[in-house]
């Protein structure tokens, strides 16, 4: 299972927010790049990235920074946030990210994201279905739609979309633990391995997603609990792999 170490962007600094509320605001760190080479010397596989003020605002805002860890991090790097138009795909696609997560998009547009693996490929587009109480919430996770979570992950087969990043936002950034069965549930409805996101704080929540075998988890994305010296990134990754 590979651990994403989370890097959310807002102003160009480092920060969390306690459960999407923008009002909640933690810094980490003033250079991204650092950070982000921090990860990588610790063992990191991969980044995930989030533009927050993207996510907030409708339209990338953190693309220079984005590009700059990139360019000087020799780690794939998967990125959300504000990410709406097939421009703003193209553009992280040229600087070179991996990975491109569709979050508001894929939950109201559906074609959009049909059009969008077809252009960048399965590979490079990630779907990013974050849920409150099991319904959706879009919009940097300001509103919500009437739409559950496992019916729009269910539509995600026949779109080409084979990764899939679910947020639990009630527990995102509040260290509270996982809920193992919401994640086998999607990925069963998924038909394939999700990444976890929101509220892993322990080691044993790595050995506990990684025990659930790789058909239903492909990975977990860590932040504030890691910030905040919960644990080691190099604990998790090994926890991750069972070696921990």
Not at 166 to 190: C, F, K, Q, W
Request: hydrophobic content about 45%; charged content about 25%.
């Amino acid at each position: 299972m590979i651990v994403f170490p989370a890097i959310d962007l807002l102003g160009g600094k480092v920060v969390r927010l306690a459960q999407g509320d923008y009002g909640k605001v933690t810094v980490y760190a003033e250079n991204p790049v650092a950070q982000a080479r921090e990860f990588a010397v610790a063992g990191a596989e991969w980044l995930h990235v989030v533009d927050l003020d993207g996510a907030r605002d409708g339209a990338p805002g953190n693309t220079e920074a984005i590009s700059h860890i990139v360019r000087e991090v020799d780690l794939p790097v998967q990125v959300g946030g504000g990410i709406r138009t097939l421009e703003a795909l193209g553009t992280l696609a040229e600087a070179g990210v991996a990975r491109m997560v569709l979050g508001t998009k894929l939950a109201t547009d559906p074609e959009f994201a049909r059009e969008a693996v077809s252009r960048f490929g399965g590979e490079s587009i990630v779907a990013g279905v974050d849920a409150r109480d099991g319904m959706v919430a879009v919009e940097g996770w300001r509103e919500g739609i009437t739409t559950s979570a496992t019916d729009l992950v269910a539509e995600l087969r026949s779109l080409g979309i084979r990764h899939l990043v679910y947020t639990d936002i009630s527990r995102d950034g509040m260290r509270t633990g996982v809920d193992i069965d919401a994640y086998e549930a999607i990925a069963e409805t998924a038909g394939f391995p999700v990444i976890a996101s929101g509220g892993v704080s322990t080691l044993d929540d790595f050995r506990e997603l990684a025990a659930t075998g790789p058909d239903v988890m492909e990975g977990a994305i860590t932040g504030r609990a890691l910030y905040e010296g919960a644990f080691k990134l190099k604990h998790a990754i090994r926890a991750a792999r069972g070696e921990y």
